[in-house]
């Protein structure tokens, strides 16, 4: 069983950043896909960036966000840098592991992100 524990929400105003973090516990692999979506009031959700061995962008989040990841030491972290915030970035953000083997998806409680001007 895998569980995921997010941190690092909170409110910004725009051109802010903030750093989310996503702690995985449970039998996850390097060739795991690891990353972020997010859910805006009224919208779908939608992919925001993944990373195994390279690393994968929304458009709407290139230049501006960079995931990271931890394997060292049995810690399987995600980490998500968001710079230059903008209204738009508003949502819930939700980390998820897909295990290559078998494709199950797993996803975080979800952490909010509230950017204002």
């Known amino acids: 069983q895998v569980q995921l524990v997010e941190s690092g929400g909170g409110s910004v105003q725009t051109g802010g950043s903030l750093r989310l973090s996503c702690a995985a516990s449970?039998?996850?692999?390097?060739?795991?896909?690891m990353g972020w979506y997010r859910q805006a009031p009224g919208k779908q959700r939608e992919l925001v960036a993944f990373i195994t061995s390279v690393t994968n962008y929304a458009d709407a989040v290139k230049g501006r966000f960079t995931i990271s990841r931890d394997n060292a030491n049995a810690k399987n972290t995600v980490y998500l840098e968001m710079n230059s915030l903008k209204l738009e970035d508003t949502a819930v953000y939700y980390c998820?592991?897909?295990?290559?083997?078998?494709?199950?998806?797993?996803w975080g409680q979800g952490t909010q992100v509230t950017v204002s001007s």
């Open positions: 998820y592991v897909r295990r290559r083997y078998d494709g199950s998806t797993y």
């Open positions: 449970g039998s996850i692999f390097s060739t795991d896909i």
